[in-house]
């Protein structure tokens, strides 16, 4: 069994003999990959926010090699503004770990919207991927 530990560089190596001087094979490199667990929201199945606040959420990520990739959408269109990213080293280990922050200015009509993380590495087809549905809380006109 292959293990993250396995990922490094290796040479075949054959010692001399009286006859015949050592051989050295080129350098080969193994690289092992790793899936990350599903992605998690720092909030539950429903977000609940006031209108004229700045709303923050963080999708997490943990355990790929190489590190997820997050995207972020809302009622299906991508998200490409206000999004920060961090990915770090797990501790003792050689996976990695996805921090993506999503801050954005709340209005009335995201009341109902639908926003998904979707986390992806080289090693999925299929990103993996969480929701919440946005509920806007409003002072009445």
Do not use: H
Not at 34 to 57: D, F, H, R, S
Not at 83 to 102: N, Y
């Amino acid at each position: 069994n292959i293990t993250l530990e396995d990922d490094a560089k290796y040479q075949c190596q054959v010692g001399a003999t009286d006859t015949v001087a050592p051989i050295r094979s080129n350098y080969a490199m193994i690289r092992v990959l790793a899936l990350p667990e599903p992605p998690v929201l720092t909030v539950g199945q429903m977000m609940v926010l006031e209108e004229g606040k700045i709303a923050m959420i963080q999708c997490i990520s943990k355990g790929g090699k190489p590190a997820s990739m997050i995207k972020w959408s809302i009622n299906g269109q991508l998200i490409t503004s206000g999004i920060e990213e961090k990915v770090t080293a797990m501790k003792d280990t050689r996976r990695m770990i996805t921090v993506s922050t999503l801050k954005f200015p709340v209005t009335v009509n995201l009341s109902g919207s639908e926003l998904v993380c979707e986390a992806n590495n080289e090693v999925q087809d299929i990103p993996k991927s969480v929701k919440t549905i946005i509920e806007v809380e409003y002072k009445p006109k």
